[in-house]
């Protein structure tokens, strides 16, 4: 994520509006970087970024023109998979989680325990989800197909009623 002091060059966001709400969409030079929900827990970062003057609104930037079309197609039904290219800074262990939540078929959920033995660190379920909890690129890295290991929805970053209906908008045109 973004730390003081930090000025990435150019980083271009756009907002657009989505049935769960305004999103922010977040493109280096590299690729997506960030979607957050306009209610979520990476809003600080974006207000910090904005304060120092390391984001430029550009609605008209090629990539985040691509994402938002392909979030519309992904909301209407008519997409499963995003195939954006993306620029996802975190650790290697997240990284390495992140990953693995975009080889989750579109309507299917595993849990979080599942997760962590998929990245070969059985034990490692509590940190796979706070790696999930760090996942800038909510929705095209689907971070809100992995539940509790009793079938329960647990933290999501745009909200439990954001993830229900994530999930049941993708079990209704599976």
Same mark, same amino acid.
């Given at each position: ?20 709400? #305004? ?9 997506? =970087? ?12 974006? @207000?910090?970024?904005?304060? %120092?003057?390391?984001?430029?609104? %550009? ?16 909301? /209407? ?13 975190? +650790? &290697?262990?997240?990284?390495? /989680?992140?990953?693995?939540?975009? #080889?989750?078929?579109?309507?299917? +959920? &595993? ?5 962590? @033995? !998929? &990245? ?10 706070? /790696? ?10 689907? =971070?809100? !197909?992995? &539940?509790?290991? %009793?079938?329960?929805? +647990? ?6 009623? +954001?993830?229900? *209906? ?6 209704? *045109? /599976?």
């Amino acid at each position: 994520m973004y730390s003081a002091g930090m000025t990435p060059s150019p980083l271009h966001y756009t907002h657009v509006s989505s049935p769960v709400g #305004k999103l922010m969409l977040v493109a280096s030079g590299k690729g997506l =970087c960030g979607l957050w929900f306009e209610n979520g827990e990476s809003q600080k970062y974006a @207000a910090k970024m904005l304060e %120092d003057g390391a984001l430029v609104e %550009d609605a008209n930037h090629k990539l985040l023109t691509q994402a938002a079309n392909q979030l519309a197609e992904y909301f /209407a039904g008519k997409r499963k998979t995003f195939d954006i290219k993306l620029d996802m800074q975190g +650790t &290697i262990f997240q990284q390495k /989680a992140w990953r693995e939540l975009q #080889k989750i078929p579109y309507g299917q +959920t &595993i849990s979080y325990a599942e997760q962590a @033995a !998929r &990245i070969d660190n059985p034990k490692k379920a509590r940190a796979v989800g706070v /790696a999930n909890g760090r996942n800038p690129l909510a929705i095209v890295v689907p =971070c809100h !197909r992995v &539940i509790g290991s %009793d079938g329960s929805l +647990t933290g999501f970053a745009g909200g439990m009623n +954001t993830k229900q *209906y994530l999930l049941e908008h993708e079990l209704k *045109y /599976a």
